[in-house]
């Protein structure tokens, strides 16, 4: 029975998503929007098995005397202070709250900082990609140059036909293959939520029968 | 009097004339359709306007087919002088009653000729009008067109070629796996990133290093994170069996919930229930670059020796695998994050590539039924193929003329 009710309602609601798709009818459709809800109603329960499972992690690193508990105090101390801030002070959405203040001036920046490291991860990427070492890396090398300077005006400066070549590179063999890719995505796809819907594939409850 | 004798008017008389005849000539030259418009009631405009225009005709009313009732369609012949260019706009009137009661419903700009009413009851009979709107804002009714009622529909029947499809695929992939279970033998081609996992679980166990397993910032709803954990259930197995450990950061609660799940049962199916670790599958952060920052830490302090990528990713894709490529990973990665792929490919070792993402399931556990459901997918992608090629040859034939513009017309979806 253990296995038995999760995949009985797996069956159900995968049958009744798919069917509900044919039929306009408000009956279904405003059931639909209910399920819907429903999941919404989930996700909020779920935070608070996210935030149970955080604070028990960097609990047992801090009781265990981990090495790298230096950060389980950080976290844990953000968590608290957040927490702190965003229930008990009026308004903690406002500018000039503390919630709001810790929240642009420490959060957002090192948010930021984050992301502007992908500009340097970028050059290295493709410092190693562009090593033209097989026929395939030449290639790229070929193309991404011919696109790189396409999208610039340095481009059309050293001749005109760059920018027509960036464009159908870009348009042509590159589109064919990104259609090709996703073709098979959308029926890999479908061919995962049909196994799951009918109990074929059943590692997503940790396998077994 | 006057000297002369002529009987005199007196001044005050002429100007109340006056006054009398401007009043009378702006009451007569106010457009009746005008006033009473203002007063939310249609009215025969066209009869009291100096100059007439062609009024819509041909003007019918159905219920809006595949929906969920409350509305109706409504499809009229433009008017004679749109041409012109003294139309306005069409403006819509409806009423419960054929003769009265008709209030304004909207309005659409000359070259348009249908109009969906919505908001309507359902099983209530309605009547329309439609009239042509000239800049002088007088209006040129149509004849009234009804009475319909809108009702809601059981079948989009809009949708009867997505129907037929997911019947075949589904039909294909019965069948492929039927065939498994009866003992046919099936072909699945080598893939290279999934035959490397087991020496890279060996490395990992050898070097005394974690496995960092990524599923990505997807919420349990992109069938990718489902993938991805039915991959997971696999490498845990492995794991379990080589005593390595597994390290499982989540992004989403939910998604945490059933790794957590997932992984304690795959170590005990392979008879190591006390292998399994709770706090090794925890819960870092929703936030796109926390995340990065969180996994990135865990990478530079744990040193793994192997990272799988597996799921949906979005800019922090590169982030994350340059940082496992410079701790000397060996790192496997797939995804249908088209955009990502090219990341993955310069800085992992392998990369699954879009479906294969989907298939590593079936191609690491070799159970025959999943293996027919490969198969089938591979039969329905052979069928995308062929009409592919056919769409391709009817309109490179459309396009020289040869057959007609429409003639696949019928196949469209439109739904």
């Known amino acids: ?209 | 009097m006057y000297a002369d004798g002529e009987r005199s008017i007196p001044s005050e008389s002429i100007r109340w004339a006056v006054v009398v005849v401007v009043a009378l000539a702006a009451l007569l030259s106010c457009p009746a359709a005008v006033c009473a418009q203002e007063e939310g009631e249609s009215t025969e405009g066209d009869t009291l306007a100096a100059v007439t225009y062609a009024p819509p005709t041909g003007l019918t009313s159905v219920d809006t087919p595949n929906d969920r009732g409350s509305a109706i369609t409504l499809s009229w012949e433009a008017s004679a002088d749109e041409t012109t260019g003294v139309i306005t706009s069409y403006e819509i009137y409806r009423s419960t009653h054929p003769d009265t009661g008709f209030a304004y419903a909207g309005k659409v700009p000359p070259g348009i000729t249908v109009y969906r009413d919505s908001g309507l009851e359902n099983d209530i009979e309605y009547y329309h009008r439609v009239a042509a709107a000239s800049a002088e804002t007088t209006l040129f009714f149509s004849a009234t067109v009804g009475p319909t009622t809108a009702f809601p529909q059981w079948f989009n029947s809009n949708r009867v070629n997505v129907l037929i499809g997911v019947i075949i695929f589904v039909s294909a992939i019965v069948y492929f796996v039927t065939s498994a279970r009866a003992g046919k033998e099936l072909f699945i081609r080598r893939l290279a990133g999934l035959d490397e996992l087991d020496n890279a679980v060996g490395r990992a166990t050898e070097m005394g290093k974690p496995i960092l397993y990524i599923t990505g910032l997807s919420g349990i709803s992109d069938v990718a994170t489902i993938a991805a954990i039915n991959i997971l259930g696999e490498v845990a197995k492995k794991t379990a069996e080589y005593n390595t450990r597994l390290i499982v950061p989540c992004a989403d609660p939910i998604v945490m919930a059933v790794e957590q799940e997932v992984v304690r049962e795959a170590y005990a199916e392979v008879g190591r229930p006390e292998g399994y670790n709770e706090d090794d599958v925890f819960y870092l952060t929703r936030s796109q670059f926390a995340y990065v920052a969180g996994v990135n830490g865990i990478m530079v302090r744990q040193r793994p020796a192997t990272i799988l990528y597996m799921g949906m990713f979005y800019a922090e894709s590169l982030v994350l695998a340059e940082t496992g490529s410079s701790v000397g990973s060996i790192q496997i990665a797939g995804t249908d994050a088209v955009t990502q792929l090219p990341f993955f490919i310069t800085s992992c070792d392998y990369t699954l590539i879009g479906e294969e993402l989907y298939a590593a399931s079936a191609y690491l556990s070799r159970e025959p039924v999943l293996l027919g459901g490969l198969k089938g997918q591979d039969t329905v992608k052979f069928i995308v193929g062929v009409l592919l090629i056919v769409g391709f040859i009817v309109a490179t034939l459309a396009a020289t003329n040869v057959i007609p513009a429409d003639f696949m017309a019928p196949l469209y979806v439109t739904g």
């Open chain 1, 1 to 209: 029975m253990r296995r038995q009710i999760p995949l009985m309602l797996c069956f159900i609601a995968g049958v009744f998503t798919a069917v509900q798709y044919f039929i306009p009818h408000p009956a279904i459709q405003d059931f639909q929007e209910r399920f819907l809800a429903w999941l919404m109603t989930l996700l909020a329960f779920a935070f608070l098995l996210g935030t149970v499972s955080l604070i028990r992690l960097h609990w047992h690193k801090i009781r265990n005397k981990a090495d790298d508990r230096g950060y389980s105090f950080v976290a844990l101390a953000g968590l608290l202070v957040m927490i702190g801030f965003g229930f008990f002070h009026p308004a903690h959405h406002s500018p000039g709250s503390p919630f709001n203040t810790l929240f642009q001036n420490v959060q957002v920046p090192i948010e930021a900082t984050m992301f502007s490291l992908l500009a340097f991860y970028i050059a290295s990427a493709a410092f190693r990609a562009f090593r033209a070492r097989t026929m395939e890396a030449t290639l790229l090398l070929v193309a991404a140059t011919i696109v790189m300077l396409g999208r610039v005006p340095l481009g059309e400066l050293i001749h005109e036909q760059i920018p027509i070549a960036t464009r159908w590179i870009l348009e042509v063999p590159n589109m064919a293959s990104k259609r090709g890719i996703m073709i098979g995505v959308g029926l890999g796809m479908m061919a995962t939520a049909l196994k799951i819907v009918l109990g074929i594939e059943r590692a997503w409850m940790g396998g077994g029968d």
